[in-house]
């Protein structure tokens, strides 16, 4: 089945640590992007990537780092600048025509990191 | 500021009755709208989307949007909520040829009583 796969589903760290989450599709969509997700606060963007080996800052991108080096995967690593990490992070994609969206997004099932 | 607003943090509504969530937005062409439902701990489902043509919208679960452009919102309805319909609702919008991601309001939460 087509979709996209994000795990670990529940991570835990300790303060200082860098993680990275995985997020992988098999929907051959040219675009993915990553948010976060805090209650009440919505979806926020976190970076999305158009084209292999290229990638955009979304509006909170201080303390994230991402890396496009497949269509298909676009790890999120968070990184020990990340004052406030704990959160839910959604990855997903979407299809694209010169660089702007053309569809929904599709959205993985989630990862929740919590810092200790 | 471009902006998508839900008015309703919080909506409680009987198994049975009617059901409408608010969403306005804040652009200067009509955008592409979408509207989402996630359960407690899960990722986000598609329920309808708006590019053009009618502005009634049928979507999945039985759920329907009207588009109206003179009060740029996007509300969504269903005529009967059932219990597992208990969720939180996203409305989410991208700028008509000239979005690169989806922009969230910031969600409702939706509760079904008995």
């Known amino acids: 089945d087509g979709g996209i796969t994000q795990s670990p589903k529940y991570l835990f760290r300790k303060e200082g640590q860098n993680v990275t989450l995985s997020c992988e599709q098999n929907?051959?969509?040219?675009?993915m992007y990553w948010y976060r997700q805090d209650p009440g606060q919505g979806l926020r963007l976190i970076y999305y990537?158009?084209?292999?080996?290229?990638?955009q800052k979304g509006d909170i991108a201080e303390g994230y780092s991402v890396s496009r080096e497949k269509k298909e995967s676009f790890p999120l690593t968070v990184t020990s600048a990340q004052k406030n990490p704990t959160a839910f992070y959604l990855c997903?994609?979407?299809?694209?025509?010169?660089?702007?969206?053309?569809?929904?997004?599709?959205f993985g099932e989630g990862s929740r990191l919590t810092v200790l | 500021a471009q902006s998508v607003t839900q008015p309703d943090i919080h909506i409680t509504v009987s198994e049975g009755a009617s059901l409408e969530l608010r969403c306005n937005y804040s652009?200067?062409?009509?955008?592409?709208l979408f509207w989402y439902v996630q359960s407690p701990g899960q990722g986000l489902q598609l329920l309808l989307k708006?590019?053009?043509?009618?502005?009634l919208v049928q979507g999945i679960k039985g759920f329907e949007a009207e588009f109206k452009r003179s009060q740029s919102s996007f509300n969504l309805r269903k005529p009967s909520v059932h219990w597992s319909d208990a969720a939180e609702y996203f409305c989410?919008?991208?700028?008509?040829?000239?979005?690169?991601?989806?922009?969230f309001g910031k969600g409702t939460t939706l509760s079904v009583s008995s």
């Open positions: 990537s158009q084209i292999v080996n290229d990638f």
């Open positions: 997903a994609s979407s299809n694209q025509r010169e660089g702007l969206v053309t569809g929904e997004l599709f």
């Open positions: 652009y200067g062409a009509t955008p592409y």
């Open positions: 989410a919008v991208v700028p008509y040829q000239a979005g690169t991601a989806l922009i």
């Open positions: 708006y590019f053009s043509g009618d502005t």
């Open positions: 929907l051959n969509h040219d675009a």
